[in-house]
């Protein structure tokens, strides 16, 4: 080859770089062309025809230009890594491997090299290669916001999720301007439960790139899981108008819509929705099982009833499990799927818990039958401790936690070791309780995983505090992992599941004939069967004053899904009698909407003023809102499902109470605090008894007076009382 041609090809290149720097693509591969035409020995020619064509969209060819540039220079380590671009994105990811490995080979600490490499092990299904690459680039260089965000997704989508967040987080500190970084951070976040800060999150990728789904979807699916539904709905139904074809956040949408009572809307777009691949089962779930979550009369409760009802026989005469992906579809279904709101229904729900729990046992049992059949070992046998394990969701600040957290941490470390695994999210209660057992491990496994694990540990007990309330712990319900199997009341209704051997509940809550309501056996410890935590100190209680008014302001503390629509009309009796006014809390604003509209037509038939009895107060902190509670005269529970963490924050405030006793433990748990502290005249037994109740209160001061004065001197009896702790760990102890 001449020189003169040596210098010709160098003239191109030149020529075609700037072309290439101008943007003018097409023109600049002309040049490359011709450069490795009069000199096929340099190796810069064939290296930017490669890049040139990867840029242009033809990876295949930019492989073949960069392999000719490696032949002729084997030590061009730029070469070698855009080798290794161009074969990923043709699929090749073994060779692309190679490629990057050998850029790497010719140069040491090539950080381009190494990131790619991670890509490609990803790619390859090797994540371990792939964490070790990333956690390379990220020693060289410790800001690199693209090793932090892929190393931060990589242990996200393998459930390493306190592992992942740190790298996450680093991400987003190092390249805040980027949506791509808050939104992965919000993903994140919004997996550890932790879903106010997501939304935070969310709300900044979307400020950055406002048309992505994902950002969107992220939002809405976070502020549903903190029950904002009123800004739920309009998020996801954002992310539906940005990509109508999107199954997964249409279905969302319908999650939204029924938490917000839209419950017709809600079924309209589960029956209308194509399922994303591989969901198909589980819409087939919600379809078939899907609650209103609040009720407008009597007739509608029926009708619900009726549908589940038909629902569980579709599913279990349609239900398919002759395939390991039917297999994993199901139970995927089986284990995101609960009835949570077929116990606010005013009826006993016994038999149709007992169907589900069946059903969903039956597909635990065909996607894991080592884990349904009996444990092979003896509890006890290992001759130590009492080897108990928790599984939970609520461990925070939760009425669950508030309920049971001096049950775990009294159980005494020299008679038990105390593995507790945890779903939820985590605040200073979790870490309470974390202090006090030998291991806390937090986990978002899926069911069948985390079910191996909970075997694997060989424990003499099984404790779930809430089975209801988490649908992952029903389905673990449906599976035999330990000898003992037993479950709270943290969602105080049977299980259904025909796996867990006992029921604790408390002696004051149960009524003489309850063992009909459980299909586990029913142990009732000594009064409430646990001793609850106390609210925190109270606050400002101005609140209350301000809303207060000249006529009697008495509160109803309960979430509108407790309150059935046949306490309307007891509610305007009280009112017409009394002149008095009934405050309610805005907790859910969409579901308040629904509420209220039935409530004043409830009142307005009666012909009372709905704007001069009825008042919708703002939420308040906790501390203020105990401080208001203190000021108010009185507070009415709600018959069929009545309050439990509310009652306590009453009577830790002084103030009376006025239960109506049910026929369940869901109805029972204010008369049977009622009971512990010998105040049993505020508890009703029919409606009539409460009306009469009721008015006689709010008519005597000086009773109420005498009411908040041995309220205030027997709350002890609530919050004091060990004796459940101690019968609780007595059971454990005699269980297996």
């Not at 809307?265 to 099982?289: D, I, K, N, Y």
């Amino acid at each position: 080859m001449s020189a003169v041609d040596k210098r010709q090809a160098l003239e191109q290149l030149h020529k075609g770089a700037a072309l290439h720097r101008a943007g003018q693509l097409g023109l600049a591969q002309s040049h490359y062309q011709r450069a490795a035409k009069l000199d096929p020995q340099n190796a810069d020619a064939w290296h930017l025809l490669g890049v040139a064509a990867l840029q242009g969209g033809n990876p295949a060819l930019a492989a073949k230009h960069l392999r000719t540039c490696v032949q002729v220079r084997p030590a061009f380590a730029e070469a070698h890594n855009n080798l290794g671009v161009a074969l990923r994105q043709n699929g090749k990811h073994a060779e692309a491997v190679t490629a990057f490995r050998q850029a790497l080979a010719v140069r040491n600490g090539y950080i381009d090299a190494m990131f790619n490499l991670g890509i490609a092990y990803e790619a390859a299904g090797q994540p371990a290669e792939a964490d070790r690459c990333y956690r390379q680039v990220l020693g060289w260089r410790a800001d690199h916001a693209d090793a932090a965000t892929n190393l931060g997704n990589l242990l996200r989508r393998h459930g390493h999720l306190n592992e992942a967040l740190p790298f996450a987080e680093l991400a987003q500190s190092v390249a805040p301007d980027r949506a791509q970084t808050s939104g992965n951070l919000a993903l994140l976040l919004s997996d550890l439960g932790r879903q106010a800060d997501a939304v935070c999150c969310a709300r900044e990728a979307i400020a950055r790139e406002p048309d992505q789904v994902l950002w969107w979807k992220t939002l809405g699916v976070a502020q549903r899981m903190l029950h904002d539904i009123d800004n739920a709905i309009p998020s996801l139904r954002r992310a539906v108008e940005l990509d109508p074809g999107d199954a997964a956040t249409a279905l969302e949408l319908a999650l939204a819509l029924n938490e917000g009572g839209e419950y017709e809307a809600a079924r309209q777009l589960f029956a209308t929705t194509v399922p994303p691949p591989g969901f198909g089962e589980r819409v087939r779930w919600l379809r078939a099982l899907n609650l209103p979550a609040i009720y407008r009369d009597e007739a509608e409760i029926d009708a619900a009833r009726a549908r589940f009802d038909t629902g569980l026989d579709e599913l279990e005469s349609g239900l398919r499990l002759d395939s390991p992906s039917a297999i994993h579809a199901t139970v995927h279904a089986a284990a995101s799927v609960a009835p949570f709101h077929l116990h606010y229904q005013p009826r006993d729900n016994t038999g149709l818990q007992s169907r589900f729990g069946d059903l969903v046992a039956h597909v635990m049992a065909a996607a894991a039958p080592e884990l349904a059949a009996p444990c092979d070992w003896v509890p006890r046998a290992h001759g130590g401790r009492v080897r108990v394990g928790i599984v939970a969701s609520h461990l925070m600040q939760h009425t669950v936690s508030r309920y049971f957290t001096r049950l775990i941490e009294g159980l005494d470390r020299e008679r038990f070791d105390v593995t507790v695994w945890h779903g939820g999210g985590e605040d200073d209660n979790t870490q309470r309780i974390a202090a006090n057992v030998a291991r806390f491990v937090q986990t978002r496994a899926d069911a069948l995983n985390l079910a191996r694990v909970v075997r694997d540990a060989r424990l003499d007990v099984l404790v779930y505090p809430e089975i209801g309330m988490d649908p992952k712990h029903q389905a673990l319900a449906g599976l035999r992992l330990a000898p003992a199997q037993c479950a709270l009341y943290g969602h105080p209704a049977t299980s259904g599941a025909q796996a867990i051997d006992y029921f604790l509940s408390g002696a004051e809550l149960e009524p003489p004939h309850a063992d009909v309501h459980y299909r586990e056996k029913l142990v009732r410890l000594p009064g409430l069967g646990t001793q609850p935590l106390p609210p925190p100190a109270p606050g400002d209680g101005a609140w209350f004053d301000a809303a207060a008014g000249r006529a009697p302001l008495v509160l109803c503390l309960q979430n509108f899904i407790k309150l059935i629509p046949a306490f309307d009309a007891t509610l305007a009796r009280i009112a017409a009698e009394t002149g008095a006014r009934i405050g309610f809390f805005t907790r859910n604003p969409p579901l308040m909407r629904v509420f209220r509209a039935r409530i004043e037509a409830a009142f307005a038939a009666r012909n009372l003023d709905p704007a001069r009895h009825l008042v919708f107060l703002p939420v308040q902190t906790h501390a203020d809102y105990l401080a208001g509670i203190a000021r108010a005269p009185l507070v009415l529970d709600s018959p069929w499902f009545s309050g439990g963490g509310t009652s306590l924050d009453a009577f830790r405030a002084g103030t009376p109470v006025l239960a109506w006793e049910g026929t369940m433990a869901r109805g029972r748990q204010t008369s049977a605090m009622l009971r512990l502290m010998g105040i049993a005249e505020l508890i009703a037994t029919n409606e009539d008894d409460y009306v009469a109740k009721a008015i006689a209160l709010v008519r005597d001061v000086d009773r109420r007076d005498e009411l908040r004065q041995r309220i205030t001197q027997r709350q002890a009896a609530l919050f004091d009382a060990a004796a459940p702790v101690q019968a609780f760990a007595e059971f454990l102890e005699t269980a297996v």
